[in-house]
Nanobody
Framework: QVQLVESGGGLVQAGGSLTLSCAASGRTFSRDTMGWFRQVQGKEREFVAAMTWNSGNTFYTDSVRGRFTISRDNAKNTVFLQMNNLKPEDTAVYYC?????????????????WGQGTRVTVSS
């Protein structure tokens, strides 16, 4: 059974930091593109960051570039999202996803597996 399990969410003050983790199991993800998305209630899930399988390419949405860093440990089937200088507008449920098929890295429908999400709340 394929599973993606996120952890590391919580409540933090503006300007603070959090590191999200996503532990993958059930298959080898080392050749997948791994992505992070977030969703605010009532809004569509939006792309945050992605990393190709060989970690050669990383992608970020403009609002987090320079503050968030995506990384992965293929040996441990784990992907991370280091979030610094958090802002209240970063408040959302964050989802980890894996993509082994083609298509763009920023579209949700191109991803094959999803985690259940971890909530991040940034207070002002």
């Amino acid at each position: 059974q394929v599973q993606l399990v996120e952890s590391g969410g919580g409540l933090v003050q503006a300007g603070g930091s959090l590191t999200l983790s996503c532990a993958a199991s059930g298959r080898t993800f080392s050749r997948d593109t791994m992505g992070w998305f977030r969703q605010v209630q009532g809004k569509e899930r939006e792309f945050v960051a992605a990393m190709t399988w060989n970690s050669g390419n990383t992608f970020y949405t403009d609002s987090v570039r320079g503050r968030f860093t995506i990384s992965r440990d293929n040996a441990k089937n784990t992907v991370f999202l280091q979030m610094n200088n958090l802002k209240p507008e970063d408040t959302a449920v964050y989802y980890c996803a894996a993509k082994y098929s083609g298509g763009s890295y920023y579209e949700t429908y191109n991803y094959n597996y999803w985690g259940q999400g971890t909530r991040v709340t940034v207070s002002s």
